[in-house]
């Protein structure tokens, strides 16, 4: 590829990566604002068009007023309440179709003119096709909000779905720093025991912020933010009285709702004083390159960000606009943090 060719193809790949964090954060509205069991049926491709007609929202309203959500918690709000969270989630699901073309039309462009390897093409190609699954996953998670006495998703299936966007964000997001930088900035200096030990930690760190946005997925499918309201006690307790009512014990994780907050904020904080590590030893030594350095100071400010966004999210009892700027951030952080792997890695 030439380097024109890189730029460009980067560019895209970025702007990508820019679209699926709109995504996540439309996702966020979406749940908070309980507009995701609003459209009853799945149309891939015809439910682009959204109701152009007054007997074609009465119809939908009608759909919607048999399932279990309405009558426990919207019952008597009309169709202009109706239309309301309808929107929400018809942005959301439009814009996975339009992310959908935005891949696939600049790749088949790229493709017939040669600017990109075989290889890349296919890689891409299967990125497209995981985009598609991405939406069947989505509907999975929305169905299971259509049992009996159900007025939201099961909470495995809601982390299922972010997990799935957030592995094809890193892969794609992956895919563009390749393009942009091919090799290491330093050769020289990537074999060196400082550089292997900064590899290291930012390896452990990079694990623990996945395990928390997973925690964080349980807390959001659970509503468990909206209990505990304080920080760094949870009433009055560093551990919440009620962690281990559950048996088997495992099951606390995923289900209690005081275990499922408490393990977010200890993942939380274990995965800042990991990224502190990071920092310390990385910004110490010597010889990683600009790019390196770069990407350090700006993971240290990430990560200061997204914990300031979970206790304020925390503290407002999640908002709206908190809950989705925090879940999104999320996603920003764990980009930040393979910017600095990329920047870290071996010839």
């Not at 009055?236 to 048996?247: E, K, M, N, R, W």
């Amino acid at each position: 590829m030439t380097d024109a060719s890189r730029r460009l193809v980067s560019g895209w790949l970025f702007a990508l990566c820019f679209m699926l964090l709109g995504m996540i954060a439309i996702g966020g509205v979406t749940r908070l604002t309980g507009s995701g069991l609003s459209i009853m049926d799945w149309q891939p491709v015809s439910g682009i068009i959204p109701p152009l007609s007054h007997a074609e929202w009465e119809r939908l309203f009608a759909l919607y007023q048999t399932i279990p959500q309405y009558h426990l918690q919207h019952e008597g709000f009309g169709l202009a309440g109706f239309q309301k969270i309808f929107w929400a989630e018809w942005t959301h699901r439009f814009w996975g179709r339009l992310m959908g073309l935005t891949l696939l039309l600049p790749l088949l462009w790229f493709t017939v003119r040669g600017m990109i390897t075989r290889a890349l093409a296919v890689r891409l190609f299967v990125f497209f096709v995981l985009g598609g699954l991405q939406g069947a996953i989505g509907w999975f998670m929305v169905a299971s909000g259509f049992r009996p006495d159900s007025t939201a998703v099961e909470p495995v299936r809601l982390v299922l779905h972010l997990s799935a966007a957030l592995i094809l964000y890193a892969a794609i997001l992956w895919t563009a720093f390749s393009i942009r930088w091919p090799t290491p900035e330093n050769t020289a200096t990537t074999a060196a025991p400082n550089t292997r030990a900064v590899r290291a930690l930012a390896f452990c760190a990079t694990g623990l912020v996945c395990l928390t946005i997973i925690a964080g997925g349980f807390t959001a499918g659970t509503h468990a933010g909206f209990l505990f309201n304080t920080f760094p006690l949870m009433d009055g307790h560093l551990i919440p009285t009620g962690y281990a009512q559950l048996s088997p014990f495992w099951l606390n994780w995923f289900v209690n709702k005081a275990a499922v907050q408490f393990d977010h904020r200890l993942l939380a904080t274990l995965t800042a004083l990991t990224i502190g590590a990071v920092l310390l030893v990385g910004l110490r030594t010597r010889g990683l390159g600009q790019r390196a350095q770069n990407s350090l100071i700006l993971l240290g400010w990430a990560v200061l960000i997204q914990y300031a966004l979970g206790v304020t999210t925390l503290l407002l009892v999640v908002p709206v606009w908190a809950g989705a700027v925090h879940q999104t951030f999320a996603a920003v952080l764990l980009g930040v943090m393979l910017f600095v792997l990329h920047s870290l890695r071996r010839a």
